[in-house]
Structures are given as structure tokens and as C-alpha cells.
């Protein structure tokens, strides 16, 4: 609880400090959520399950994993630039999308502990973890060039 109270303050002084109001902060959420479900909702279509048992084939796990971070974040990409029409925007929320979910991955040891005791956490949040570093990897490279598209664009 104490770790999850410190990541909403960084967050909340970080959304101050770049000046983002509330309604671009929902508006976020309204797009990264629907995304990561997306992705998730995918990636059971391609490998028929969200537990431990889809990572036992590792080169299908990574084809899965990364065809659904790839499928979705198209369909994401066209979505964010159909509803806010606005580059910088695109790059910046991309780059949250890639921060948040980085940050929950770094964060689920401490969360389920190191050792994990009795009882074990459902096989969903046990999954999650080794799922996120394909999403963010694939969304990460997104990202950069995002970021370098709009730093082109402002130095030329």
C-alpha cells in the first residue's frame, strides 16, 4: 500500500509539473486502458490462456506476446490520432503507456514479495510480470520514434 501511495504522488507531482490537467489525464486512461485490455484480450485469442501454462512453449510466447502488442498498437495508434489529431500527444501518451506498464513490472516483487508465501496470488498477476517486458519492448521502440518524429519536427 505504501509503495502504490508513493507512485500516485510521483504521479500526481509530475502531472503538475507538465502542466496536465484532468482531462488529459483521463483522457489517458481512456486510451491506455482500453489498450492493455485490448492487448490482453488478444493475446488469449492467439494462445488460449492468461496463466503460467502459455509461457511453457517460450518462442510461442514470444510470437503471441509480441503479434498481440504489435496487432493492438496499431489499432491503439490509429485511435489516438483519429480521436486527438495532435503528434506531440501521441508521443507523450505513448511514453506513459510504456512507464506505467515498466513501472508495475518493477514493482511486482515488492507488491507479491520476492518469495512468494501461501497463499500464492492468482495466475493473472503472476502472469503479467512476464508478459509486460514483450509489450513495453515492442511499445518502447514505438515510443522512441514517436519522440524522434516530433523532435524532428520542432528542429527543423
Not at 58 to 86: C, M, N, P, Q, Y
Not at 101 to 114: D, I, K, M, N, R
Not at 130 to 153: K, Q
Amino acid at each position: 500500500v505504501l509503495v502504490l501511495g508513493a507512485l500516485a504522488a510521483l504521479t500526481t507531482v509530475v502531472l503538475r509539473r507538465r502542466r496536465i490537467g484532468w482531462r488529459r489525464a483521463v483522457g489517458f486512461l481512456l486510451w491506455a486502458t482500453p489498450t492493455l485490455a485490448a492487448t490482453l484480450a488478444f493475446y488469449v485469442a492467439v494462445s488460449g490462456s492468461l496463466d503460467l501454462t502459455a509461457i511453457n512453449g517460450r518462442w510461442r510466447f514470444i510470437g503471441a506476446s509480441t503479434t498481440a502488442s504489435l496487432a493492438v498498437g496499431g489499432a491503439a495508434f490509429l485511435l489516438h490520432k483519429l480521436v486527438f489529431a495532435e503528434r506531440l500527444r501521441l508521443a507523450e501518451d505513448w511514453f506513459g503507456l510504456v512507464l506505467g506498464v515498466a513501472s508495475f513490472t518493477l514493482l511486482e516483487p515488492f507488491v507479491h514479495g520476492w518469495r512468494m508465501g501461501v497463499p500464492v496470488p492468482d495466475p493473472m498477476p503472476l502472469f503479467l510480470p512476464l508478459f509486460a517486458p514483450i509489450f513495453v519492448a515492442v511499445h518502447a521502440l514505438v515510443s522512441c520514434a514517436l519522440c524522434l518524429r516530433v523532435w524532428r519536427e520542432k528542429s527543423f
